[in-house]
């Protein structure tokens, strides 16, 4: 099978920065698309940034400009910058993958890791 495992979140001040990792491992043939979404609490799931296998990229409008995504498919690793953060940041960061394994192309999803913005 195949695991993604996110590090990175913590407690950062307003206009702080952060940085989160997602590392899949396992049996991985090709990872296509790669995505990081969040949840806060009380809303739904929404998807923050998306980077294809070919390294396009896409951000949803409220993280446009500070967030960057990135991936070392050498190291099936894909990273999100998170730069100028805002208290409206603060959430579960969710990473998503969609892996071919050889046998299936699937969507995987890591544990999460919490993202606060406070003083």
């Known amino acids: 099978q195949v695991q993604l495992v996110e590090s990175g979140g913590g407690l950062v001040q307003p206009g702080g920065s952060l940085r989160l990792s997602c590392a899949a491992s396992?049996?991985?043939?090709?990872?296509?698309?790669m995505d990081w979404y969040r949840q806060a609490p009380g809303k739904q799931r929404e998807l923050v940034a998306t980077?294809?296998?070919?390294?396009?990229?896409n951000y949803a409008d409220s993280v446009k400009g500070r967030f960057t995504i990135s991936r070392d498919n050498a190291k099936n690793t894909v990273y999100l910058q998170m730069n100028s953060l805002k208290p409206e940041d603060t959430a579960a960061y969710y990473c998503?993958?969609?892996?071919?394994?050889?046998?299936?192309?699937?969507?995987?999803w890591g544990q999460g890791t919490q993202v606060t913005v406070s003083s």
């Open positions: 998503n993958a969609d892996v071919n394994t050889g046998w299936a192309t699937k969507e995987y």
């Open positions: 396992g049996r991985i043939f090709r990872i296509n698309d």
């Open positions: 980077i294809t296998s070919g390294g396009r990229t």
